[in-house]
């Protein structure tokens, strides 16, 4: 006998209505997935690898000293991270984000992973239901973390209405996050936040200082907190590039509802080491988020590792993060430059790991359909890339491919996308 549900809705009846939700969500990623060739280059995932030698070679040397002692081998005495290691953060971010003022390793809490440090805020900021403003398109994690445990209602102000370069960071106006806000609340949606990626994903863009006031005004005037994730903030590699981070800014219009997330992810190449942190300058968030660390706690070993590691301040001012940037700047000239060889149009930004490009002209009809067979057509030849409807944009055609890899796999990927591109312009 057939069974009564549909593929993805198999199993429905053990689960609860959000368990239910998060399976069949699950199960919309991976249906119609391209076969892939066992020699496929992967730039769909934001990771760094052209500085992760430099990280390898320091957890040897931390580790080859390493003592592991009984006690380390139990659960950490301090579950949302140990004096040491938020001492330690706290003096990395004060440094490196030109805070207003040193920062104080009591406003921070470490959790496992970035994306679950969001999830922990998002759970005691917001109630099942409540919405939150994100310019889009963006980072499709966010989309999970705030919507599938928090249940929170993602709000997009969209900024490509027209699909076009320039994608001036700019276009984030108070104008646009007005409307987005009165057209939900319109709809009876409550919102309570505000959510900001700077350095951007996918764009790459960083938002103007004047932007982020204006941003931070406007949280104020509707009592909405502001979530800012700078886990690309030493991936500004640009020579030009100026970034300003949430913690530098003097007179915050609304502090207590301001709040900064960061990881070692993409900045340290450690995406397979998860290591979250949040900032806020308010105890009751703080101390809320803390009460429910124990559930994505960082290990004793992890903790003493990233400790050492940041107390070589030598090594990170002097070895570590000018030769990263380094390493960022040339793979990123490298493949914006064939890219212009192959008359790919693409934003040319100085910060992250990624390149934000258009395709639009290799699609015989500019569709999400033909979106999805372009990306299909990339992967059966070798490469993949991230198609721009993950990320909700708006304008089909659109494409992220991480450019932190070595040059040889980047001339790799390069020929194999031409020889695609070429095919469909034949």
Known sequence: MASPHREEDIGLEYLSNRGGKIQCTSHEKTKNKPQAPDDLIDLSVASNLVADYLITEKLQEITKNLVIEPKMLLYP??????????????????????????????????LSGCLGTLVALSMVLFDSGDGVLIPGPCYQGVYDGFSRTPEVKVIYTDLDDKGEIPFDPVELTVERLEASFEEAEKEGVKIRGLFLINPHNPTGDIYPESVLRQCLEFAKRHSLHVIVDEIY??????????F??????????????????????????????PCGVLHSWNKYINNA???????????????????EMLQDENWLEQTYIPTNHQLLRESHRFLTGELDKLGVPHLKRGAGLFVWVNMQKFLPVVSFDEEFKLFKELVENGVRFTPGKVYFCRSPGWFRIIFAAPIVTLK???????????KRQR
């Not at 660390?293 to 070993?301: D, E, R, V, Y």
């Not at 790799?412 to 070429?422: M, N, P, S, T, Y």
Request: charged letters at 20%; hydrophobic letters at 40%; one cysteine or more.
């Open 77 to 110: 005495p301090d579950q949302n991270g140990s004096v040491a290691l938020k001492t330690a953060i706290a003096k990395l971010l004060t440094t490196y984000t030109k805070a207003n003022g040193s920062l104080d390793p009591n406003n921070i809490t470490v």
């Open 233 to 242: 903030m030493l991936s500004v590699f640009g020579e030009d590039a100026k």
């Open 244 to 273: 300003t981070s949430v913690l530098s800014l003097e007179g915050l219009p609304d502090p207590q509802r301001t709040h900064m997330v960061w990881g070692f992810s993409k900045d340290f190449c450690m995406s397979g080491l």
């Open 289 to 307: 988020v803390k009460a429910i660390s124990f559930c994505n706690a960082t290990t004793n070993i992890h903790q003493r590792v990233l400790t």
């Open 412 to 422: 790799l990927v390069i020929d194999r996308l031409g020889k695609v591109l070429e």
